[in-house]
């Protein structure tokens, strides 16, 4: 009976230690899975993070080069600094010439022949805060030489150069200044043809057909000007 109760508690311990070892053993292991779950969830939070960050800077850094890839074109759109270089130009070569005393009432009307939409704003802005003398600036547009109008300067843009020969002979002492935009039109009868020197806005000058206009020169714009004659 004692031996059977000894082996009988024995094998009771041999249980309790058997069900104790496999219990710690359940949560080594259920600890070992939490840990290994918590250190996978915590790597991957630090990845996505790391990746979410990434994507962020990305979308930022591209969505930058979109805005500005957009307000480039239209600071393109909107600016044309050639035709604001022209406008300029334009309006100060009535600092060097003097118009008959006829052509210095009313207002001092400036005509483009052709299509310049940029070249015409930039006027037509000018003319909104400058004038010449006291005269008030006037733009005025068409597609041919209007006989109606009687400009101080008539600017014949590249298309409609071919009207230099009509217009030398309209204007021809009467005051107009002729402004072409092509190779050698300042020769063939224009007073002012802008050119491109080196990508630069530049222009030439034929005091001859200035002359001619019944314009009197001033020779502070030979120090500016590209002189032909």
């Known amino acids: 009976m004692v031996v059977f109760f000894v082996i009988n508690q024995t094998y009771s311990d041999y249980k309790y230690r058997l069900f104790f070892c496999e219990v710690n053993l359940l949560k080594f292991t259920l600890f070992f899975i939490v840990l290994m779950l918590y250190l996978f969830v915590s790597h991957f939070w630090q990845a996505l993070c790391i990746t979410f960050s990434e994507i962020l800077k990305l979308i930022l850094k591209y969505s ?6 957009f307000s480039s074109l239209s600071f393109q759109q909107g600016f044309d600094p050639v035709a604001k270089q022209k406008a300029v130009f334009i309006y100060n070569f009535t600092r060097y010439f003097e118009w008959p005393e006829k052509m210095k009432s009313g207002n001092f009307v400036i005509q ?7 070249l015409s704003a930039e006027l037509n802005k000018m003319a909104a805060s400058k004038q010449v003398g006291n005269q008030k600036l006037e733009i005025k547009l068409s597609s041919a030489i209007d006989p109606s109008v009687k400009p101080h300067i008539i600017f014949l843009l590249p298309e409609s150069s071919d009207l230099l020969k009509e217009a ?19 020769k063939s009868g224009a007073v002012i043809n802008f050119v491109a020197v080196d990508n630069k806005q530049k222009f030439e000058y034929s005091k001859n057909n200035a002359v001619k206009a019944g314009l009197k020169t001033s020779d502070g714009l030979n120090s500016l000007a590209i002189v032909v004659d």
């Open 64 to 69: 930058l080069l979109v805005v500005l890839a």
């Open 112 to 118: 483009l022949v052709g299509s310049n939409a940029s």
């Open 168 to 186: 030398s002979s309209k204007y021809k002492g009467k005051g107009t200044l002729i402004v072409t935009e092509k190779p050698g039109l300042a």
